[in-house]
């Protein structure tokens, strides 16, 4: 496909990882709305919905998803990780 287009596979595949970086910048914010994030982990805690099936919707990696979710609850039940991330 690099070649139809006039491109080296290596230009090829740094477009590509450019493309995929801002994809995740633009779409990370749809995991900063609180709203949103408890109805996720609502989903998932329920088993209504699969990390895939989270991941093809909100278009984002499912470790992402993942993260979004585990990191509230780890928050909570060990409050001094807050602090401690935040001596950095």
Not at 42 to 71: N, Q
């Amino acid at each position: 496909e690099c070649s139809a287009l006039g491109l080296t596979f290596p230009q090829g595949k740094s477009i590509r990882k450019q493309l995929m970086v801002k994809k995740s910048l633009v779409n990370d914010g749809k995991l900063r709305n609180k709203r949103r994030l408890k109805q996720l982990a609502k989903a998932f805690a329920h088993r209504r919905k699969t990390l895939l099936e989270m991941s093809h919707e909100l278009d984002l990696p499912p470790v992402s998803i993942f993260r979004a979710i585990v990191s509230p609850r780890v928050l909570d039940a060990h409050s001094l990780m807050t602090n401690l991330s935040r001596k950095r």
